[in-house]
């Protein structure tokens, strides 16, 4: 059985009406940067997470960046966060001029480690970003105290994390900021780029409203030097009525990786992703860690089945980050797991045959790579 990693037209097709009938709405009104759809999501997002204030920008990395400038984050500045993320999150911190500092990642929940942040603090600390990834979010107390101790701001990376909870809590209303990727392929995704900050402080909502806008307080009053940071007028409107199948399908991934845990679960190779007892999590990305993980990716694919990696590299050891002179072995378990974690299929739509075709090929592959490794051992 052929099962694709994500399956985009299968998403769309039973809401296609409503979305061209949205996108007509915006071309009649000729309301395409910014303006009132992108208002009218603005409104239903902050509904949806329980906060004051949504500012809608042009896609998740904007959402990190502006987040940090409007901390005043700068150069000569640090920023910690963790090497098991996409690339962006370090970006955004690197666009401000400042540097990213790394905490190692718990080995359970791939989030950051909470016991090893406070060493990571030192007097050029301006802010600390927890990555909710796979759609689980990190666990925020325990970062949120030692934030406080030292007056640091967290701002949450909740790219991945759409309708995840944290103790009854919204991923994104935990920190001051909550930053967030509508990309096409996330839990909410635009059909195109768009993202989004979150937050209930009012004077940052509106300092990040003047950054993506050129600065502008008023029409052609520039407070500031920005950057065109808007949300499209058409992404808004079609997030609005996306929106309102986020819990549905949200469910559907939690029912789809409950089915994948029970299946694999008996399998000790196979190591299936843990939900810590406070989270909701959401499943963007239903990874499992694997020995021979390459090989078992190959093997799979020659059977029908798309696998991903979420992320071959940690962010460290990237080339561009050659400078920070982080090497390896300095963040072993973000190290080890960038070696293990094989993401298998996931989104709402899967079947439950598809399922069980993902966890049967991949017990197979790996139970007919079994002796092999036996032998190695003797
Ligand atoms: C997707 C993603 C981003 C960036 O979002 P874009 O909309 O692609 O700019 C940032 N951080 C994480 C963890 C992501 O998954």
């Known amino acids: 059985m052929k099962v694709p990693f994500l399956d985009l037209q299968a998403h769309h097709q039973p809401i296609r009406e409503q979305i061209d009938a949205a996108i007509g709405d915006v071309i009649d009104k000729s309301a395409f940067a910014g303006g009132p759809f992108v208002a009218a999501f603005e409104s239903d997002f902050a509904r949806y997470c329980g906060c004051k204030h949504v500012v809608g920008l042009g896609n998740g990395t904007d959402a990190l960046w502006l987040s940090l400038l409007a901390l005043q984050v700068g150069p000569g500045d640090e920023v910690i966060t963790v090497p098991s993320t996409f690339m962006a999150t370090a970006e955004a911190i690197s666009y401000c001029g400042a540097r990213p500092r790394f905490v190692d990642i718990d080995e359970q929940t791939y989030t950051m480690d909470p016991a090893l942040l406070e ?3 030192n007097p050029r600390t301006k802010a600390i970003i927890p990555v909710h990834l796979f759609g689980q979010c990190a666990d925020m107390d325990p970062i949120l105290d030692i934030a406080s101790k030292h007056g640091l701001p967290v701002v949450e990376d909740a790219c991945q994390a759409h309708g995840a909870q944290y103790k009854g809590r919204k ?3 935990v920190g ?3 930053c967030f990727s509508f990309y096409p392929g996330k839990n909410l995704g635009a059909l195109g780029e768009a993202g989004g900050v979150t937050t209930d402080d009012k004077e940052l909502a509106a300092r990040i409203q003047v950054f993506r806008d050129h600065g502008q307080h008023r029409k052609y009053h520039h407070s500031l030097v920005g950057w065109n ?3 499209d007028g058409i992404q808004g409107a079609v997030l609005s009525i996306k929106l309102k199948h986020l819990d549905v399908n949200n469910l559907r991934r939690q029912a789809h990786a409950l089915l994948y845990d029970q299946l694999l679960g008996d399998m000790e190779e196979i190591i299936t992703p843990f939900e810590a007892p406070h989270n909701r999590h959401v ?8 020995q021979e993980r390459n090989q078992i990716l190959q093997a799979l694919a020659d059977r029908g089945i798309s696998c991903a990696i979420h992320y071959p590299i940690p962010v460290h050891l990237q080339e561009a980050y050659r400078f920070l002179g982080c090497d390896e072995g300095s963040f072993p378990i973000a190290e080890r797991c960038a070696q293990e974690f094989l993401s298998l299929p996931m989104f709402p739509e899967l079947t439950n045959e598809q399922i069980y075709a993902v966890a049967a090929e991949l017990k197979s592959c790996i139970s007919g790579r079994k002796p092999q490794s ?3 051992k003797q």
Do not use: E, K, Q
């Open 119 to 121: 060493r990571a603090i």
């Open 171 to 173: 991923a994104g209303t």
């Open 176 to 178: 001051v900021l909550g």
């Open 229 to 231: 940071a808007r949300m």
């Open 283 to 290: 499943y963007h990305v239903y990874s499992v860690r694997v």
């Open 374 to 376: 036996n032998c190695l």
